[in-house]
């Protein structure tokens, strides 16, 4: 390292995050005191406040008017860089705490390696309650020929060396969306930067790796089911080596996509032959088992499902057990967030599901404290509603039972949720069963309701009931009620 060179360049993208830039840069002072840093900071903002905040940590500030490509913004940033090592980050970013890259660094460890990974938390919602955790490889040893590549989800290269895992995370809101237009603007944006390169570079795996991903998040499913098949039949992509590793996301698109169009009978051939495809890589099989559980469950194939389920646990257990191969791993889109928050609490809701089913009372309680709906912010599978009120009629009814049907009398969300899910299976019940299911529900609510309230007065005087029980006596009329316009709709 020559005389007065930073040891670490840290390369910042800023826009108009006002709200998120100085959390972000207070995240990285106390790396900047421990190691020999730079900051170099490219600004595509024209916001004044903007560029007052950035100077209060550096005077390495570059303009940058913002033209739809994320590399070529990066690559001013590296351009400027000087440091032994490379880091980048974005403004909607920051991390908990970097003592293990500052170990990184002063122990030495950082001259055996060419890149390091660390862990980004993906937050979903708002409040912070659910994310995703991915590796990224975001900071590498640099050399004179690197350069960022791609007008999105832009990577460098060439990277050399081997790599290492920081137990270190970044926190990035950036796919927290304010509404389904709001996502859909992204998507909008993407896709066709995305086509572009695909049709300028058509041997490059990645473009179509980064095209699936983008028609899962809007649940484009005939597009991603289109684009999957001919991915995996694709010759120039067969060549390539790489796709002993990603191809597992084309496998995990064509399920979802098939699925997604309630095609549950040929999601479950193409995952068998996924599952003996020798390009399908242990996390896309865990994804897959998922999937398939997921399949088996929409079938009230209980036994089936459970197994299923039992095998994606199984093998999370086998490859988060070798952090450097599941980093390598999850540079598969969509498997790469196999076992993930939601994804797990997927696989809670199968399980809890079978539960109910085959009348499990000790798992069924310990499976829904796992699904933690009682928290602020919840992930509810959908699939499980309507299997919560048919095993409400047809079995016995434990407490448990009523621990959960308090959280959703108690939850508007969860509660709409509940009657919209039953909405659907609704319309195609003759009038006998919806005449048991109704009768049966309306049976069990005044007995969960008798042991708070007196029997008499639930029946002649719902009125006084607090809110959470009147919805629950309300229950089955607002599914009846409702199921005229919901026919409209769909």
């Not at 303009?63 to 980050?89: H, T």
């Not at 050399?143 to 920081?166: C, D, Q, T, W």
């Not at 499902?305 to 257990?317: H, N, T, V």
Request: charged content about 25%; some cysteine; hydrophobic content about 35%.
């Amino acid at each position: 390292m020559g005389h007065g060179r930073a040891l670490l360049s840290i390369s910042l993208l800023a826009s108009n995050r006002q709200d998120t830039l100085r959390r972000c840069l207070d995240s990285l002072r106390p790396m900047m005191r421990e190691l020999s840093c730079e900051l170099i900071v490219v600004n595509t903002s024209t916001q004044p406040e903007i560029e007052a905040i950035i100077r209060e940590y550096t005077d390495t500030v570059i303009p940058f008017l913002w033209c739809n490509d994320f590399s070529k913004a990066r690559n001013c940033g590296l351009a400027e860089a000087r440091g032994e090592w490379y880091l980048y980050i974005d403004d909607d970013e920051w991390f908990e705490d970097t003592k293990e890259i500052v170990t990184f660094f002063k122990s030495g460890e950082y001259r055996h390696y060419g890149y390091a990974n660390y862990v980004q938390r993906n937050f979903l919602d708002p409040e912070y309650k659910t994310y995703s955790d991915t590796w990224v490889s975001r900071m590498v040893q640099l050399s004179p020929e690197m350069h960022f590549r791609s007008k999105i989800h832009e990577y460098l290269y060439p990277v050399h060396g081997a790599g290492y895992n920081l137990n270190v995370i970044a926190n990035h809101t950036g796919y927290i969306y304010s509404s389904d237009e709001d996502r859909r603007k992204r998507y909008l944006r993407n896709v066709p930067l995305l086509r572009g390169m695909m049709e300028e570079e058509p041997e490059t795996l990645r473009w179509a790796l980064q095209l699936a991903q983008e028609y899962y998040s809007v649940e484009e499913w005939a597009e991603l089911e289109a684009l999957c098949r001919e991915s995996l039949q694709k010759p120039k992509y067969q060549k390539q080596a790489l796709m002993k590793r990603l191809a597992a996301t084309f496998y995990a698109g064509l399920v979802e996509a098939l699925i997604g169009r309630g095609q549950i009978e040929s999601a479950l051939p193409e995952i068998a032959h996924a599952l003996s495809s020798e390009d399908c890589s242990p996390l896309g099989a865990a994804y897959l088992r998922l999937q398939e559980g997921i399949c088996y469950f929409e079938q009230k194939n209980w036994d089936n499902a459970r197994d299923s389920i039992q095998s994606y646990f199984e093998l999370e257990e086998k490859i988060t057990a070798d952090a450097a191969q599941y980093a390598i791993w999850q540079e598969a889109l969509l498997v790469d967030s196999a076992f993930d928050m939601i994804n797990k609490k997927k696989a809670y809701s199968v399980l809890l599901g079978c539960s109910l089913m085959q009348e499990n009372t000790e798992e069924a309680l310990h499976l829904f404290q796992l699904l933690e709906w009682e928290q602020s912010v919840v992930y509810v599978f959908p699939q499980l509603l309507p299997i919560l009120l048919e095993s409400t009629i047809e079995h016995p009814h434990p407490e448990y039972l009523q621990t959960i049907w308090r959280c959703i009398w108690n939850d508007k969300r969860l509660y709409d949720m509940m009657v919209t899910e039953n909405r659907k299976k609704w319309s195609g019940r003759t009038p006998e069963q919806r005449a048991f299911l109704r009768d049966g529900y309306q049976k069990q609510t005044i007995s969960f309701l008798s042991k708070y309230y007196q029997a008499d007065a639930i029946k002649k005087y719902p009125q006084l009931l607090p809110e959470s029980g009147q919805r629950a006596l309300k229950f089955m009329d607002e599914i009846e009620m409702g199921e005229e316009e919901w026919q409209k709709e769909n």
